[in-house]
């Protein structure tokens, strides 16, 4: 049975080397969105479908570029998203040091009449007014726009980061047509945080973490369900839920073979769990090179729908490896530590390294941490969080090893 069990496991690997991480269907299997010409524009059912953006009265691709690459260096995937209909692009005032912006611009310099297909997003690391309409400024030169889309608090924790001072700015911002729209970027205590936006009233759009791990929890339902109401746009991050199965289980051995046999990879299948949801407007995700913005696309233009049975499959290989994943409630974890350690944070960054394999990123973020945060993850006692925690993480074990590799 062992030797049955390793040899499934081998022509598994095998079969998945052979697609390549960012593999694609072919164009008899998707309906036309095989590799294109860059220069050669498609319409209608040879672009990606959009969707509704919320009460905004606007569509956007269901997916989304994420600008957390280097985009001076690839103009050329630029131009290949908008062809295929990938129109939201997404970025931040600290992306690659400012170059992701700076790279957008360099875009819009050549390509001035893109810059009307793009449902362009920023964000900003600042909270108070004064430095929002710093950075936002700088954005828009760096980006050679007059405007963005939407316009992202990033990375927010708690409701309370943003207040009636808030406002008051998002509706000057708005006036003045600098931005579109408003709204916030969170990693972290999602199910709370979006509640918390929908009774604000005033909160355009929200990107959160979502995937299959998190979709089906009661709590993230009701969260998601209170921004429907509000009319609030969602865009999901993080969709595949920690990285590539392994081959470690039965369950993973079956639900990867069983994907690739329906013309699948086990990447865009858990796109594909996501877009079943339809108020999810559009994933974002981070595709640095054209085989992986191929692969994605292929999946979006895919019309093929999840059987319950594959659902089923993820909702139980998320199961399975619950405790390898961190939900992001880091309110429950980090109030234990008394230090105001970042454990969400440093989480974020493992994953970064281990699942992305963008291990620059990954030290490069962690080097912003204070050096005595830093150090205190070394000797904190982490006993009181680890119990806390739903996903059974063994955390303090978890920050020891982000030291070891990312320091």
Not at 227 to 252: D, N, W, Y
Request: proline fraction near 3%.
């Amino acid at each position: 049975m062992e030797d049955r069990k390793e040899l499934s496991r081998r022509r598994f690997l095998k079969t998945v080397g052979a697609l390549g991480t960012g593999s694609f269907l072919a164009a008899t299997d998707m309906g036309g969105a095989a590799p294109l010409d860059p220069d050669t524009k498609t319409a209608g059912p040879s672009r990606v479908p959009r969707r509704p953006f919320g009460k905004t009265g606007v569509e956007v691709s269901c997916l989304a570029l994420g600008g957390m690459f280097d985009i001076p260096s690839n103009q050329l995937l630029m131009r290949q998203a908008l062809n295929w209909g990938v129109s939201y692009w997404d970025t931040a005032d600290c992306y690659e040091g400012g170059k992701s912006e700076a790279g957008i611009g360099q875009f819009f310099g050549k390509y001035p009449e893109a810059r009307k297909e793009v449902f362009l997003v920023s964000k900003s690391d600042s909270r108070d007014p004064e430095g929002m309409t710093k950075l936002l400024q700088r954005s828009l030169e760096r980006m050679k726009t007059d405007y963005v889309d939407l316009y992202f608090i990033h990375g927010m924790k708690k409701i309370g980061e943003i207040n009636a001072e808030t406002k008051a700015w998002a509706e000057k911002a708005k006036a003045e047509g600098k931005i579109r729209f408003f709204g916030f970027s969170t990693h972290s205590n999602m199910e709370e945080l979006l509640p918390a936006a929908a009774r604000l009233g005033w909160i355009d759009g929200v990107m959160l973490t979502y995937n299959f791990r998190l979709m089906h929890t009661d709590k993230m339902k009701a969260a998601v369900d209170a921004c429907v109401k509000a009319g609030i746009g969602l865009t999901a991050m993080k969709t595949q839920g920690g990285g590539s199965v392994s081959a470690e289980s039965e369950t993973e051995l079956r639900m990867a073979g069983r994907f690739l046999k329906l013309g699948f990879t086990d990447k865009q299948a858990k796109l594909k769990a996501v877009w079943e949801n339809p108020h999810i407007a559009s994933i974002c995700s981070q595709m640095p090179n054209l085989t992986i913005l191929s692969s994605n696309v292929a999946a979006a233009m895919n019309r093929t729908k999840l059987s319950e049975t594959d659902l089923d499959l993820l909702r139980r290989y998320a199961g399975e490896t619950a405790s390898s994943y961190c939900a992001g409630c880091s309110d429950l974890c980090e109030s234990c530590t008394g230090d105001g350690v970042p454990i969400r944070d440093v989480m974020r960054y493992l994953m970064y390294y281990r699942s992305y394999g963008d291990r620059d990123l990954a030290r490069r973020l962690f080097a912003e941490l204070a050096p005595e945060t830093r150090q205190s993850l070394l000797t904190l006692d982490f006993s009181a969080a680890e119990k806390r925690c739903p996903q059974r993480l063994r955390i303090g074990r978890l920050m020891r090893e982000a030291v070891s590799l990312l320091a």
